[in-house]
């Protein structure tokens, strides 16, 4: 079970931290995963942190976010700086199906219920 929180009404400019704290499972043996989806849009691959710790990000947020996981504590974080309008999403943490890097979204078989992420003018 993944449970996301940290989302919230910002101005563009602003920073953000999204956490997500995992329940049950070898959560280190996992890749751990961020997406987003606006209204109207399909869902988009944000940012990944692998089992080993490798990360790679979406071109849209690359240079402005960073993932980063806590196996102690069985929490990603996704810290947001610099937002932009068009960061406006529902964000959604996700456990993948192996510890690799994986961008697409069948790659993760565990999905949290998505907080609100809303950046204003």
């Known amino acids: 079970q993944l449970q996301a929180s940290g989302g919230g009404l910002v101005q563009a400019g602003d920073s953000l931290r999204l956490s997500c704290a995992a329940s049950?499972?070898?959560?280190?043996?996992?890749?751990m995963a961020w997406f987003r989806q606006a209204p109207g849009k399909e869902r988009e691959f944000v940012a990944v942190?692998?089992?080993?710790?490798?990360?790679y990000y979406g071109g849209s947020v690359k240079g402005r976010f960073t993932i980063s996981r806590d196996n102690a504590k069985n929490t990603v974080y996704l810290q947001m700086n610099f937002l932009k309008l068009e960061d406006t999403a529902v964000y959604f943490c996700?456990?993948?199906?192996?510890?690799?890097?994986?961008?697409?979204?069948?790659?993760?078989?565990?999905w949290g219920q998505g907080t609100q992420v809303t950046v204003s003018s």
């Open positions: 996700a456990r993948g199906i192996a510890g690799s890097i994986m961008t697409a979204s069948r790659g993760y078989n565990y």
């Open positions: 049950g499972g070898a959560f280190s043996n996992y890749a």
């Open positions: 942190v692998s089992s080993s710790g490798g990360t």
